[in-house]
């Protein structure tokens, strides 16, 4: 087994949704049913990846990447395997440094098992503590004013003693993130902040975007009879991560099973709904070995 850790970053709002709504949110985005934290499914990635990718690559090195087309599925299953994107950091308003890339202990653990069980080094062990009222910043933070950190509504405390570990985890990310680009390395290792589980959880709830939209009608020039709604979608800037397993066969190395997707590393890709409105750009990385 080959792997790698796919990283995406949200360039404009995010709407992977679930079809159906429980609450007052119309089309609300695909949330992990354990952790009620927003997540892109594999499945999801795997479509887009597959029709970026189809344009150029070779036919059969293509299907055996992605598996056959639908009509001839039996046929056997690609040799790439998509994990879901899970969150890794939702960006959240924030008083001083205009938003904090924000992350929690559970977050980072995850991301540490993902790593290690792949078969990488996983060079940012977090082992603080934080109260739910508390929050862990790096060295170099914009986000602090008066030694507090306002996110949203919420006061929040700095906790000095964990400042080196969240260091660690910037460096690991932007350099996963943002290795070719020194602005946005250090923009990362200014935001990164760690949060209680509970005060992540919260976040996730109540910091995502929900934009009303409505439907005219030619005519008259109003708005069509049930023709409002409303939609959530991730916020820009958002970071996910998501295990990328390619299982060689047929003589075919795993470079390049990874080859075939390469042209969806060189540019921007729309992933989720309402592309037409602009939603769902983002950048795609790979982590782990050689690229």
Request: glycine share 10%.
């Amino acid at each position: 087994m080959n792997a790698k850790i796919l990283y995406i970053h949200a360039l404009t709002p995010v709407h992977t949704g679930t079809g159906q709504s429980v609450d007052v949110i119309d089309l609300p985005v695909a949330r992990e049913e354990t952790t009620g934290w927003p997540y892109i499914p594999g499945s999801s990635i795997k479509g887009v990846l597959r029709d970026v990718c189809g344009g150029g690559a070779d036919s059969k090195l293509f299907s055996l990447a992605f598996g056959p087309e639908t009509e001839r599925a039996a046929e056997g299953a690609g040799c790439l395997i998509f994990g879901d994107a899970r969150i890794v950091c939702l960006p959240v308003r924030s008083l001083m440094g205009t938003f904090a890339w924000v992350t929690s202990p559970l977050v980072v653990a995850r991301l540490k098992r993902d790593y290690v069980s792949l078969g990488f080094q996983f060079n940012a062990d977090w082992s603080g503590s934080l109260g739910k009222n508390q929050i862990a910043v790096t060295t170099a933070t914009k986000l602090t004013h008066n030694n507090k950190v306002i996110l949203e509504d919420l006061d929040l405390e700095p906790v000095q003693n964990l400042s080196s570990s969240v260091d660690a985890l910037a460096n690991l990310l932007a350099n996963a993130l943002f290795a070719g680009d020194q602005q946005w390395a250090q923009f990362m290792k200014e935001r990164l902040a760690v949060v209680h589980d509970d005060t992540f959880g919260f976040l996730c709830e109540t910091a995502t975007e929900v934009t009303a939209r409505i439907r005219i009608e030619d005519e008259k020039k109003t708005v069509a009879q049930g023709g409002l709604w409303y939609e959530e979608a991730v916020p820009a800037e958002a970071i996910f991560a998501a295990p990328l397993i390619a299982t060689p066969r047929n003589g075919v190395s795993a470079d390049e099973l990874y080859g075939v997707i390469k042209p969806a590393l060189e540019q921007i890709v729309q992933i989720g709904g309402n592309a037409s409105v602009g939603r769902g750009l983002v950048r795609l990385y790979l982590a782990g070995g050689a690229q």
